[in-house]
């Protein structure tokens, strides 16, 4: 790949971001689609230094940005113009500038949905309780992906209720919130696990039906995966996630589709070849 002086410059901005995948992803579709771009990670100190990247985005010299934790509210806030869906998250994970304006939108909530559609081809969505495990940042826009594909019925369980609880209010009603004790919760047809560092779920009165699907995707792996398969259940890896909100910010940024490159094979050959 030949990167000249007129390169576009895109790239994943976030803290810490060092772990991000994105660039691997995005950089093989580059190559893959004969561009003259390039995709690299920013790690921000604080809010201020984010706030340096908008302004060299609005100068013309960065063509658009994914945004990961803790920066997605300021995403949002810092739009001259957000989708519909961005404004329902209180989020964006992806950025565009053109012209001097910033454009935001959410392709969290698609990358879950394609997730499921993926790896869980026979999930009805539509079939039974949800139940999401974490109110942190990645959560709102999660619950308004299930909720807009159909879920019925989410219920929200958080070490701290009262945060649960704020974030289920933002949905009028839609949305329950669960007791302290995970066992107390039967007959989710679907548990999403996006709590922050290792999980253990019990699954023992889960349908046998049930799906699992963890929100992280390092490692690959996790406790709660490996939980939900020895019960028997079907489980959908984070890696899922990255890979389906991945071809939409691509458009989003490049305006034009992603190649037809496999990202989640290309994510696992990285990976691949940084074992020992």
């Known amino acids: 790949m030949t990167i000249t002086g007129a390169a576009l410059l895109a790239g994943v901005v976030g803290r810490p971001v060092a772990h991000s995948l994105s660039p691997v992803i995005h950089n093989a579709w580059i190559e893959a689609a004969g561009m003259d771009a390039v995709y690299a990670a920013f790690a921000p100190p604080d809010e201020a230094a984010f706030d340096l990247l908008i302004q060299a985005g609005r100068a013309g010299m960065i063509h658009g940005l994914n945004?990961?934790?803790?920066?997605?509210?300021?995403?949002l806030a810092?739009?001259?113009?957000?989708?519909?869906?961005?404004?329902?998250?209180?989020?964006?994970?992806?950025?565009?500038?053109?012209?001097?304006?910033?454009?935001?939108?959410?392709?969290?909530?698609?990358?879950?949905?394609?997730?499921?559609?993926?790896?869980?081809?026979?999930?009805?969505?539509?079939?039974?309780?949800?139940?999401?495990?974490?109110?942190?940042?990645?959560?709102?826009?999660?619950?308004?992906?299930?909720?807009?594909?159909?879920?019925?019925?989410v219920v929200i369980l958080n070490r701290t209720r009262d945060r649960a609880q704020a974030l289920a209010e933002t949905f009028d009603g839609?949305?329950?919130?669960?007791?302290?004790?995970?066992?107390?919760?039967?007959?989710?047809?679907?548990?999403?696990?996006?709590?922050?560092?290792?999980?253990?779920?019990?699954?023992?009165?889960?349908?046998?039906?049930?799906?699992?699907?963890?929100?992280?995707?390092?490692?690959?792996?996790?406790?709660?995966?490996?939980?939900?398969?020895?019960?028997?259940?079907?489980?959908v890896d984070g890696l899922g996630m990255l890979t389906g909100q991945a071809g939409p910010?691509?458009?989003?940024?490049?305006?034009?589709?992603?190649p037809d490159l496999d990202a989640r094979a290309v994510v696992l050959a990285h990976l691949q070849g940084l074992q020992p």
């Open 174 to 235: 839609r949305v329950g919130v669960a007791g302290d004790n995970p066992a107390d919760i039967a007959g989710a047809r679907l548990v999403i696990n996006a709590v922050s560092g290792p999980m253990a779920f019990d699954f023992g009165s889960t349908p046998d039906a049930a799906a699992a699907l963890e929100m992280t995707y390092k490692p690959l792996e996790t406790p709660f995966l490996m939980a939900a398969r020895e019960r028997g259940l079907t489980g």
């Open 67 to 75: 945004v990961t934790a803790p920066f997605k509210g300021q995403a």
């Open 249 to 258: 910010s691509f458009e989003f940024i490049f305006d034009r589709p992603a």
């Open 78 to 153: 810092c739009a001259d113009e957000a989708s519909e869906t961005a404004r329902a998250c209180g989020s964006a994970n992806v950025l565009a500038f053109r012209d001097g304006r910033v454009r935001a939108h959410s392709t969290d909530g698609e990358g879950l949905l394609k997730a499921l559609a993926e790896q869980a081809p026979d999930f009805d969505l539509t079939a039974g309780p949800v139940l999401f495990l974490g109110a942190g940042g990645a959560a709102r826009a999660a619950v308004a992906a299930l909720l807009a594909g159909g879920a019925q019925e």
